[in-house]
């Protein structure tokens, strides 16, 4: 071997050792921006329907300090769980953060004698005759007394062996007079006009045989009427009824 070549493998081993003690840093990624919250509505908290508190805003930096734009989204003031979201970017760099929250809803109670109360229980009641619905509304802690929290009544007719609904349910009037509902002695109140018959007109499915052929038609006949009365209050609470007319 030559001394220049001698001299270039000297040269390139220890510039070999030299460069393997290095290694290239890794590039650093940008860091998200941070979020601060501001607002009463805080992680975990439930707030009774119609005293929810307003929406948070929320404030955000980047790494530098500097302010950058940050959106919230998901507020509710329904009945239910929700979830506030903030979110902020910087650099094409996202960085979100959230509060969950519950809506409660109203306490119903009713309705008050005379008419019982329960899933499969009917009120037998004549055709004709006027039912008096009494109930209370406790928004939270405090009892309501003003109408306006009562959003309707509807009655719907319904089968009378297991309840479910065999038309459509009908709004009931809350300001005829006789019939308008009105809060008196500690209750709300409103009376219901039943429908003048006992009975419904029902089409049903009618199948007979005649010889070796079967037979099916459809034919009208007379049904005991029985209904579902129930009430609505403005966070979607109900109370309901059942009533057959005799």
Same mark, same amino acid.
């Given at each position: 071997?030559?001394?220049?070549?001698?001299?270039?493998?000297v040269?390139?081993?220890?510039?070999?050792?030299?460069?393997?003690?290095?290694?290239?840093?890794?590039?650093?990624?940008?860091t998200?921006?941070?979020?601060?919250?501001?607002?009463?509505i805080?992680?975990?908290?439930?707030?009774?329907?119609?005293?929810?508190?307003?929406?948070?805003?929320?404030?955000?930096?980047d790494?530098?300090?500097?302010?950058?734009?940050?959106?919230?989204?998901?507020?509710? @003031?329904?009945?239910?769980?929700?979830?506030?979201? *903030? #979110? !902020? =970017? %910087?650099?094409? $760099?996202?960085? +979100?953060? &959230?509060?969950?929250?519950?809506?409660?809803?109203?306490?119903?109670?009713?309705?008050?004698?005379?008419?019982?109360?329960?899933?499969?229980?009917?009120?037998?009641?004549?055709?004709?005759?006027?039912v008096?619905?009494?109930?209370?509304?406790?928004?939270?802690?405090?009892?309501?007394?003003?109408?306006?929290?009562?959003?309707?009544? @509807?009655?719907?007719?319904?089968?009378?062996?297991? *309840? #479910? !609904? =065999? %038309?459509?349910? $009908?709004?009931? +009037?809350? &300001?005829?007079?006789?019939?308008?509902?009105?809060?008196?002695?500690?209750?709300?109140?409103?009376?219901?006009?039943?429908?003048?018959?006992?009975?419904v007109?029902?089409?049903?499915?009618?199948?007979?045989?005649?010889?070796?052929?079967?037979?099916?038609?459809?034919?009208?006949?007379?049904?005991?009427?029985?209904y579902?009365?129930?009430?609505?209050?403005?966070?979607?609470?109900?109370?309901?009824?059942?009533?057959?007319?005799?």
């Amino acid at each position: 071997m030559t001394p220049t070549k001698l001299s270039r493998t000297v040269v390139g081993a220890v510039l070999a050792v030299v460069l393997s003690t290095f290694s290239l840093a890794p590039a650093v990624a940008a860091t998200g921006p941070t979020i601060t919250w501001a607002g009463a509505i805080t992680e975990g908290a439930s707030y009774v329907y119609g005293q929810v508190p307003a929406a948070n805003t929320c404030a955000a930096v980047d790494e530098a300090a500097a302010v950058v734009d940050c959106t919230v989204s998901g507020y509710e @003031t329904t009945v239910g769980s929700h979830v506030l979201t *903030a #979110t !902020a =970017t %910087a650099a094409e $760099v996202t960085t +979100t953060q &959230t509060i969950t929250y519950t809506v409660t809803a109203w306490t119903l109670k009713g309705f008050y004698r005379p008419v019982k109360m329960g899933e499969k229980v009917f009120n037998k009641v004549k055709a004709g005759s006027v039912v008096p619905l009494k109930f209370k509304v406790y928004t939270g802690a405090t009892k309501a007394t003003s109408t306006s929290v009562v959003t309707g009544f @509807t009655s719907q007719l319904i089968s009378c062996t297991d *309840a #479910t !609904a =065999t %038309a459509d349910p $009908v709004p009931l +009037t809350m &300001t005829k007079k006789g019939y308008a509902l009105k809060y008196r002695d500690g209750a709300f109140r409103k009376n219901w006009k039943t429908a003048k018959a006992a009975k419904v007109t029902k089409v049903v499915t009618k199948v007979t045989r005649k010889g070796n052929k079967t037979i099916v038609k459809r034919v009208k006949v007379k049904v005991t009427a029985c209904y579902a009365v129930t009430v609505t209050t403005d966070d979607g609470s109900t109370l309901k009824a059942l009533f057959r007319l005799r």
